[in-house]
């Protein structure tokens, strides 16, 4: 109970009350037992000063100096205060603290002194302040003294400050030291009644982390008679409950788990807490995580996706069988999945089953299937309209005009290339994916391929005055590939970097080997591509450019070609490139 932070904030809690209390009742006591003495110096000065006024009124009319002196100087003695006889019009007669008048007679007017004033003006005053002759802090009653109405003279008297603070002090010595009591012992009265609250709750707390270890056989005893105990009798009741409930699960768990680890479609079972029991190797395959660490969390963060965890609440909670589909980002592509959660029966409902079809190819195909769609359309529309135009065009009437029907008929042709050349791309890219392709696969020297590959298209590049090079040339090297289809794939790269380098500029092209694989790489001068298209150049009918590229009459499909011929012939391609500096196309093969 010790390390219970409940307990010791509820203990401090009190002691800061109590303390609080404590404080507010020793100052307020302090300040009105120091105003109290106060008070009883006011009445000790008033009733001294009245003594000195009856004493020394006589002596103060007749003048009589020496005697006045001598009996102030007495009086002072003898009561331990300080008493001053001040005339009407401000002088001082005598001083207790004078040794003689002519100390006296040294001493400053005193008209100007607020207990003087206040004397005069209402008979009495009282004052705290620091006394100009003594240059020590006193406390002043002055007294009017009157013959037959009329004022004579002041009787004051004074005492220090110090004693009065002294006393003071005393005083609330004693009183705080009464506060300090009181403070402790209601500290040690609120420990012990907080304790006796917090061992329940403690010992409850310890049951349910015993549960939540796994050890559901724990029980509790707390002897109050109150709520407390209402809920230790609850919790074993429960804890009792969910014993018996997971045993059942628990007896048919190892019958399951060869059924349920042997299907392709994803299973999870959760508890009432929507904790995970079980989990086979489909669900941990597509949810990211492995079945045997997953059992005992919950199944939010195991799976990490609040629709499925929200989906098995609300069957928990509805005892229906709920039906979603979620999707998760995965390392390099999206999975989705169709999941079935069903509740298990019984009251309350133990727990959940939840069934996953895994349905991230079928996306992926209907994905592609759109795509392919789509951009077949578009990019057969887009030549067979401009054939329709210059065929109507020509119709009605261009065809007279010799040389106009001659253009038309050119931009007719240059179209119908242009279709022709799109189909037979995709029909080669068909035959690549299906296997229907096939390939003479051996060894063909990169030198020769590379060799005929410039030879076809110098013409196009000089042209643009884009000088093609081999630099620097490299031992012969043998790939295993198909002539032709190595021949096609260098076709594409350099067709693609003479379109897209501007006049002037330069293509290399660079080979070399290692142990296994052979390096084969076309660098342009050319426009580059920006890094959030690289990614997706081999992608069919991907431009990064639309427009640019159907004026330079590309089809689309070039880029994919590679790549499909390449990973026909067991390679790779890459590309790297840097915008206005121009693009890497690599090519990885295996040596013959």
Same mark, same amino acid.
């Given at each position: 109970?010790?390390?219970?932070?409940?307990?010791w904030k509820?203990?401090?809690?009190?002691?800061? =009350?109590?303390?609080?209390?404590?404080?507010?009742?020793?100052?307020?006591?302090?300040?009105?037992?120091?105003?109290?003495?106060?008070?009883?110096?006011?009445?000790?000065?008033?009733?001294?000063?009245?003594?000195?006024?009856?004493?020394?009124?006589?002596?103060?009319?007749?003048?009589?100096?020496?005697?006045?002196?001598?009996?102030?100087?007495?009086?002072?003695?003898?009561?331990?205060?300080?008493?001053?006889?001040?005339?009407t019009?401000?002088?001082?007669?005598?001083?207790?603290?004078?040794?003689?008048?002519?100390?006296?007679?040294?001493?400053?007017?005193?008209?100007?002194?607020?207990?003087?004033?206040?004397?005069?003006?209402?008979?009495? /005053?009282?004052?705290?302040?620091?006394?100009?002759?003594?240059?020590?802090?006193y406390?002043?009653?002055?007294?009017?003294?009157?013959?037959?109405?009329?004022?004579?003279?002041?009787?004051?008297a004074?005492v220090?400050?110090?004693?009065?603070?002294?006393?003071?002090?005393?005083?609330?010595?004693?009183?705080?030291?009464?506060?300090?009591?009181?403070?402790?012992?209601?500290?040690?009265?609120?420990?012990?009644?907080?304790?006796?609250?917090?061992?329940?709750?403690?010992?409850?707390?310890?049951?349910?982390?015993?549960?939540?270890?796994?050890?559901?056989?724990?029980?509790?005893?707390?002897?109050?008679?109150?709520?407390?105990?209402m809920?230790?009798?609850?919790?074993?009741?429960?804890?009792?409950?969910?014993?018996?409930?997971?045993?059942?699960?628990?007896?048919?768990? &190892?019958?399951?788990?060869?059924?349920?680890?042997?299907?392709?479609?994803?299973?999870?079972?959760?508890?009432?807490?929507?904790?995970?029991?079980?989990?086979?190797?489909?669900?941990?395959?597509?949810?990211?995580?492995?079945?045997?660490?997953?059992?005992?969390?919950?199944?939010?963060?195991?799976?990490?996706?609040?629709?499925?965890?929200?989906?098995?609440?609300?069957?928990?909670?509805?005892?229906?069988?709920?039906r979603?589909?979620?999707?998760?980002?995965?390392?390099?592509?999206?999975?989705?999945?169709?999941?079935?959660?069903?509740?298990?029966? /019984?009251?309350?409902?133990?727990?959940?089953?939840?069934?996953?079809? &895994?349905?991230?190819?079928?996306?992926r195909?209907?994905?592609?299937?759109?795509?392919f769609?789509?951009n077949?359309?578009?990019?057969?529309?887009?030549?067979?309209?401009s054939?329709?135009?210059?065929?109507?065009?020509?119709?009605?009437?261009?065809?007279?005009?010799?040389?106009?029907?001659?253009?038309?008929?050119?931009?007719?042709?240059?179209?119908?290339?242009?279709?022709?050349?799109?189909?037979?791309?995709?029909?080669?890219?068909?035959?690549?994916?299906?296997?229907?392709?096939?390939?003479?696969?051996?060894?063909?020297?990169?030198?020769?391929?590379?060799?005929?590959?410039?030879?076809?298209?110098?013409?196009?590049?000089?042209?643009?005055?884009?000088?093609?090079?081999?630099?620097?040339?490299?031992?012969?090297?043998?790939?295993?590939? &198909?002539?032709?289809?190595?021949?096609?794939?260098?076709?594409?790269?350099?067709?693609?970097?003479?379109?897209?380098?501007?006049?002037?500029?330069?293509?290399?092209?660079?080979w070399?080997?290692?142990?296994?694989?052979?390096?084969?790489?076309?660098?342009?001068?050319?426009?580059?591509?920006?890094? &959030?298209?690289?990614?997706?150049?081999?992608?069919?009918?991907?431009?990064?450019?639309?427009?640019?590229?159907?004026?330079?009459?590309?089809?689309? =499909?070039?880029?994919?070609?590679?790549?499909?011929?390449?990973?026909?012939?067991?390679?790779?391609?890459?590309?790297?490139?840097?915008?206005?500096?121009?693009?890497?196309?690599?090519?990885?093969?295996?040596?013959?």
């Amino acid at each position: 109970m010790l390390f219970s932070r409940l307990f010791w904030k509820l203990v401090l809690a009190c002691a800061g =009350l109590n303390l609080a209390a404590a404080v507010i009742f020793g100052i307020i006591v302090s300040g009105w037992q120091e105003a109290q003495i106060i008070e009883q110096v006011d009445e000790r000065l008033h009733d001294a000063a009245l003594l000195a006024r009856g004493q020394l009124a006589d002596l103060m009319q007749a003048g009589r100096s020496d005697e006045l002196q001598s009996k102030v100087r007495q009086l002072g003695e003898e009561t331990g205060l300080r008493f001053t006889l001040v005339a009407t019009d401000g002088s001082v007669l005598a001083d207790s603290e004078k040794e003689s008048l002519a100390a006296v007679a040294t001493m400053q007017n005193h008209r100007d002194r607020p207990e003087i004033i206040h004397a005069l003006a209402r008979g009495e /005053g009282v004052a705290q302040r620091t006394s100009a002759t003594l240059n020590k802090p006193y406390h002043y009653f002055a007294l009017r003294a009157e013959d037959d109405g009329r004022p004579v003279g002041i009787v004051r008297a004074a005492v220090t400050t110090a004693s009065i603070q002294a006393q003071a002090r005393a005083v609330r010595r004693i009183i705080w030291g009464l506060a300090g009591l009181v403070f402790l012992c209601v500290f040690v009265l609120s420990y012990w009644l907080v304790g006796h609250i917090i061992y329940p709750v403690a010992t409850l707390t310890e049951a349910a982390e015993a549960i939540a270890d796994g050890d559901y056989t724990h029980r509790i005893y707390v002897p109050n008679r109150d709520e407390l105990g209402m809920l230790a009798s609850s919790f074993n009741r429960m804890s009792q409950e969910l014993d018996a409930r997971l045993t059942q699960l628990s007896q048919s768990h &190892d019958r399951q788990a060869t059924v349920l680890g042997g299907m392709i479609e994803g299973v999870i079972a959760v508890d009432h807490r929507q904790r995970v029991v079980f989990a086979n190797t489909a669900a941990g395959r597509l949810f990211g995580f492995r079945p045997p660490a997953a059992e005992g969390r919950t199944l939010l963060e195991v799976v990490r996706n609040h629709e499925l965890d929200h989906a098995v609440s609300m069957a928990i909670s509805t005892r229906q069988p709920q039906r979603l589909e979620t999707f998760r980002e995965g390392a390099e592509k999206q999975l989705s999945a169709i999941v079935q959660a069903t509740p298990l029966p /019984g009251d309350p409902c133990p727990g959940v089953v939840l069934v996953m079809h &895994d349905t991230t190819e079928l996306r992926r195909l209907e994905s592609l299937r759109r795509d392919f769609v789509a951009n077949v359309s578009h990019e057969l529309k887009t030549p067979l309209t401009s054939i329709k135009a210059y065929a109507e065009t020509l119709r009605r009437g261009a065809m007279d005009d010799r040389e106009a029907a001659v253009q038309f008929l050119a931009r007719i042709e240059e179209q119908a290339d242009r279709l022709h050349h799109l189909i037979l791309d995709m029909l080669m890219l068909a035959r690549i994916e299906s296997d229907q392709q096939g390939f003479d696969i051996g060894a063909v020297s990169v030198a020769e391929a590379v060799a005929q590959c410039l030879e076809g298209h110098r013409p196009a590049a000089e042209a643009k005055h884009i000088s093609l090079s081999i630099v620097p040339a490299q031992p012969e090297c043998f790939v295993r590939a &198909d002539k032709e289809g190595l021949r096609e794939i260098l076709d594409n790269l350099v067709d693609n970097a003479i379109k897209y380098t501007p006049a002037g500029g330069q293509i290399t092209i660079r080979w070399s080997a290692d142990q296994v694989l052979a390096r084969i790489e076309v660098e342009d001068t050319g426009i580059g591509i920006q890094a &959030d298209h690289l990614s997706r150049v081999f992608e069919r009918f991907y431009r990064v450019d639309r427009a640019r590229s159907r004026k330079l009459g590309g089809t689309g =499909l070039g880029l994919s070609i590679v790549k499909h011929l390449a990973q026909s012939f067991g390679g790779s391609v890459a590309v790297s490139s840097e915008t206005g500096r121009g693009s890497t196309f690599t090519v990885h093969l295996l040596l013959a």
